[in-house]
Each structure stands twice: as C-alpha cells, then as structure tokens.
C-alpha cells in the first residue's frame, strides 16, 4: 500500500524560508519522477516542481522559479521542497505524488504553510 507522508509546514512571516519534506513508502521510490503540488485555499491544485528519478532533472512552475528547489534523497526516500522568499500567496496545503506531471498515487494528508506577518 502506497504511503506518501507530507510534514514540516508551519506559519512563516513573508520573505522566510522554509523545507517541506515527504517520505514515501508501499512503492520503489528510486524508479518514479516525483513532484509538489499546492493547494491554495478554495482553488485547485497545481503542480509547483518536479524531479526526475536521478534528480538531475527538475522543473518548476512559473510562479516558485526562482525562490522554490526539489530535491530527492532516494536512500531515505524522501522528496523535499525548499521555499525560499516566501510570499502569501504561497499560502496553502502541500503535497507530493509519484509522477513528473501526472499524479501516479492518491494523495496524503499534505503539509499545511502559511505565509503571514
């Protein structure tokens, strides 16, 4: 059974930082393109980053390049999201999938962030 487990969200203050991880289970990790979503409040959700198996391939949506990196560490199999000049509009809930820009697997409960002075 596939496992996708979100954490390290938090309120931060516009401009800060922060690392969003998601370690996964139930599938072999190494092999599949993984990739971030977020979920602003009352929208849909969108593709934010992916990666490729390797992690030498990564894309971005318009809106984080720049400010936001993925990274993969397939020993531990986990996937992060470091955000950079965080802004409120990157208000909302955060989630990994399997795949680089299909979601493969059904979603975890996500990371909830909130940019906020």
């Known amino acids: 059974q596939v496992h996708l487990v979100e954490s390290g969200g938090s309120l931060v203050q516009p401009g800060g930082s922060l690392r969003v991880s998601c370690t996964a289970s139930?599938?072999?990790?190494?092999?599949?393109?993984m990739s971030w979503y977020h979920q602003a409040p009352g929208k849909e959700r969108e593709i934010v980053a992916g990666?490729?198996?390797?992690?030498?391939?990564?894309n971005y949506a318009d809106s984080v390049k720049g400010r936001f990196t993925i990274s993969r560490d397939n020993a531990k199999n986990t996937v992060y999201l470091q955000m950079n000049s965080l802004k409120p509009h990157d208000t909302g809930v955060y989630y990994c999938?399997?795949?680089?820009?299909?979601?493969?697997?059904?979603w975890g409960q996500g990371t909830q962030v909130t940019v906020s002075s």
């Open positions: 999938n399997a795949g680089f820009t299909v979601p493969k697997f059904d």
């Open positions: 139930g599938f072999t990790f190494s092999i599949y393109d």
């Open positions: 990666i490729k198996t390797g992690g030498g391939s990564t």
